[in-house]
């Protein structure tokens, strides 16, 4: 069995994209295991892709590769990469997909055309990311796909503003349910009570367990499967209720 | 190879869920091999989560590990469960979601936190169904898991009134293509002919044995591949052209 | 390690007719290796699941089987089919699916019901594509599925019309960034320099290399991944914007 490589993009189910990069994945490493991480991120949104990939790598066994191509520069002057940390590599576009990934130590600047098929302006999944993840399982060192670089993409996500009275922070993703994921994570709140969150002129009272603590169509707070607090409808969607996108602010108050 | 394990969710292809349980039972066991059944089941609906399990699972191979998490309970008092078909495996929230599995020999609560990661308010899936099932792939005794129970959520789907006259059902799915699956069986029909079905102030006559025995457009009684009468569209949906939800009467007149 | 097997269809993620495909051919051939191609095709629509197939399937290694369920007259005359080239299987109704695969050396229309489960009206991909494609896998040999057939369906699709002051084509795909793919190859364009293209009413000048060549919102005109001429918008639909759906024209004025 080879290594794990996981897919993460914004290329739905419909052309046939991820087929395609499993297939040139398989031409080069027939061992190759290929799992999905998700394909439904909105066209082009860079910080959705990287909430979902530092939600989901570490859950992965040590060694995967993870293949990410929400890319809309591509066939730009943007720069293809492999991240390294201890226990995971990376490879995608360094446009700010790896932002939340912590902890690299090694980072290397895809120029080595001997490990592509040819470049074509617009799928770099395809051409650069699907056959160096494949080369990658194969056991090529880093080095032989380029040389080291130490200023790819970062920018320190926005962190909550914590007062005696409360907490500022933001929504920072959305998911399919529509819940609320603010920025703000339990250990901001350890010791203090929430009396209310504040958002979008809703008034969101207390801290639930469960999204059966409220009754049908109820607005909560939860500490969500990320750890940071959320604002739920249970059995609804909040985002569609208070027509609330990523961005939008909310204060938490405490008792 | 190990064991089979399926996944049937609402999680749909965007925030990473279904990427995070594969990555979870990769993790306990490197030889299990996952398969998708479905993962967009509407945000919640137990009652289709049930009817696409009980009509998908039966074409899997014997000790199949079916894993089923359309949960809006999570984190509430409802159990966490393994079923056991002389089959199959199945797990999942006690929600109705295998309501429509026949001859279920066994039942465990799932109470032992030694085969599960800490346990988050929203997100069982990860934490509880996904290393159940790979544990279980790896060949753990039920009973390991935690004490049998017999109360388990049952409830027998609501069965269609025969008369001499015809049939009175009721439309229990509509699939992606409009199509109206009602709980009217062929086994029902047996021995009679279908003068029409009545829905929603239509009367679609005859029964068909393909979409293409009507013109483009035109509604048609047929029997689909779960061996029940649907009423379709020839190239069109007839859920959207009838505006017709799941819960609709069905009349169906024979000759 | 089995043969591979893609699988490509307008079934969707909602009702478990995939998942209910790879059980079939897990059962028949539990060390077959099955890859999804795509399944968001819109409903029935054979042309695109066509162009989605021509475009892939030569990504896979040699002998791989590609499966393509794109429907609409199942349980009618058509036939089933498999057909060969040099490198692949392809197995699918006799319905234009494999239009555009080129180089075609056998053609056997599958009548042998000892390779197929009991037949539905609905669901071949279920009863007679899936288990063929599960015992071609595991070495049946091609003539023991039925005869061999000359007439499957062939159309030769429109190609764009080459004058001396520029090019006349159509919108053959549009893909799920609403990137518009014309039929016009970028062989037909060599030696000459692209003035703008016109799309109803619209003037796109020149042919950038990457999407970021323009400003966000602006139309650009770039050769795609296929390697054909599609009118794009930096970070947004041309197809929403424009308004176009497939079959519209394009004309291709040169310097």
Redesign the interface.
Known sequence: ?GK?I?L?SD??????????M???I??IN??A????????????DIA?AAF??E??HS???ND?IHVVVVD?????T?RSLILKTEEYYFVGPDNGVFNRIPAIQNCVHITNMDFCLPI????HG??VFAPVAAHISKGVPLDEFGPPVSDFYRQRPAAPEKGMAGIRGEIIYI???G?LVSNISESCLRDRTIKDSIIKGYSVSGL??????RKKGEFLN????H?NL?VAC??G?AAADMEVTVGESIYIRFE
Request: net charge negative; proline share 4%.
């Open positions: 069995m794990l996981t993460l290329f739905g189910d419909r052309d046939g994209f991820v087929g395609i499993k297939g040139v398989m031409s027939a061992d295991h290929i799992i999905n991480l998700a394909h439904g991120i909105p066209a082009g959705a979902v990939l939600r989901s859950y992965f066994p995967t809309p520069g591509v066939g730009s943007r074509s302006n617009t799928f395809r051409d998911d399919r349910f819940n639930c367990h469960a999204y059966a603590e939860i500490i969500g499967s750890g959320e249970n059995q969607s």
